[in-house]
């Protein structure tokens, strides 16, 4: 294993040189896989073969100087990679520097069936597709710049750091699609991939953080309920939401268990989900009717969950995010359920402007240093 300087910068976009690189923190790089099973399948036109499905692909950044007790552990959303945390599209430090630079050993993963984690025809196969460039700029990288569209929301006026325009054309959006990667189209068959690779990175690795971001959340809840006493915190970045229902405009399946589409073990036990979790609204706070929507939650008495609230969680949340009227869901059932949650709303903590890409944004080490914060006062306490 070498040690050398890592320094990284994104591929040329196919309008522009790429951008120049930034000098990243010392670390020693090693990568392996864990998970994933051999199979025998027939895939369409040949005979059966033996095949290996559902490994998971890791990047291992450790710090010349490591002076955290627990490692991170960054999982990205739908259609992304880990290269998400090692730059932003525009060439700037990104957070797996950040913290490595802070003491943190660090891990990268690209889930089953995404990047370096291979889709291989036959074995939970479901449909891979991609994320087209039009629901790009409007949900991600320029909301502010189409409020007329079915997935406006109040909040998308305020969206100012996207670096460039945000559009195609531009060269750092180019940059940034192109890193974009097929995406399995099922979440269910998502879920049920990740969960044992991921649990099987956390055995190997020992207590550790997770930080997840956007369809990553429920694999770090589902991971939080399994490996609870591994699982020291979760930071979610915007996770996949609301609670228990799917909003107009959103694609996916609903989050039935809560915040997950998997099992989690809730005190009393839910045997019957459409039974046993009864469900009411709980309408915006007074004076934010016009900003938030109205909650899907428990009825009461709500059940507990078991395994999760044991570990804290942070959720982060920015300001121009489409996530920013609807966040708000996930404190309610977090208190519901008993988990000790702390709301990282990014805007009220005078961080402004983000999108769903705050670690990518221009203003990312803003955030970062509030998850920092975070982390050291509710999870790392005291050097390694």
């Known amino acids: 294993m070498k040690l050398y300087k890592f320094v990284l910068s994104a591929l040329a976009s196919p309008s522009a040189c790429a951008p120049e690189a930034s000098v990243e923190a010392l670390a020693r790089r090693t990568y392996f896989y864990v998970g994933g099973q051999y199979e025998n399948v027939t895939q369409s036109g040949s005979s059966a073969s033996v ?8 990047e291992k950044l450790q710090p010349l100087h490591q002076s955290q007790r627990y490692p991170l552990i960054f999982v990205p959303g739908a259609g992304q990679t880990s290269t998400n945390f090692l730059n932003t599209p525009d060439g700037r430090q990104g957070w797996a520097s950040y ?63 996207w670096p460039g325009t945000g559009l195609q054309g531009d060269p750092i959006f180019d940059q940034f699609y192109a890193s974009q990667v097929q995406l399995q189209r099922d979440p269910e068959i998502s879920d049920r991939l990740v969960k044992p690779a991921l649990n099987a990175l956390i055995d190997k690795v020992g207590a550790c953080v997770l930080i997840a971001h956007s369809q990553a959340g429920p694999y770090a ?3 939080g309920d399994s490996r609870p006493e591994l ?7 915007e996770p996949e939401g609301p609670p228990f229902v799917q909003l107009p405009g959103l694609s996916g399946k609903p989050r039935i268990d809560g915040v997950t589409r998997l099992p989690l073990r809730y005190n009393p036990p839910v045997v019957n989900i459409t039974r046993d979790l009864k469900l009411v609204e709980l309408p915006p706070p007074k004076g934010k009717e016009d900003l938030y929507v109205t909650c899907t939650v428990q009825a009461s008495p709500p059940r507990k969950l078991v395994n999760l609230s044991k570990v804290p969680v942070a959720l982060v949340t920015g300001e121009a995010s489409y996530h920013a ?8 059932y977090f208190k519901q359920t008993g988990v000790k949650a702390t709301w ?33 006062k509710n999870v790392n ?3 390694r």
């Not at 790009?136 to 007329?148: G, H």
């Not at 699982?231 to 970045?237: D, E, F, H, L, T």
């Not at 009227?325 to 309610?332: A, L, R, S, T």
């Open 51 to 58: 095949f290996f499905f559902g490994q998971m692909y890791v």
């Open 99 to 161: 913290f490595l630079g802070k003491g943190f050993t660090v891990y990268l993963v690209d889930p089953p069936q995404r990047g370096r984690s291979p889709y291989v025809q036959g074995f939970e196969t479901g449909t891979v597709g991609g994320i087209p460039v039009t629901a790009i700029q409007q949900v991600f990288t320029a909301p502010e710049k189409f409020s007329n569209s079915s997935t406006s929301y109040p909040q998308a006026s305020l969206h100012t750091q």
């Open 221 to 223: 809840w589902v991971a």
């Open 231 to 237: 699982v020291k915190g979760i930071v979610a970045i």
């Open 325 to 332: 009227p609807y966040d708000w869901c996930f404190i309610e």
């Open 344 to 376: 990282l709303d990014l805007g009220r903590l005078g961080v402004k402007g983000n999108g769903h890409f705050c670690f990518l944004e221009k203003n990312n080490m803003e955030s970062a240093k509030l998850v920092l914060g975070w982390i050291l």
């Open 381 to 383: 306490r005291g050097p």
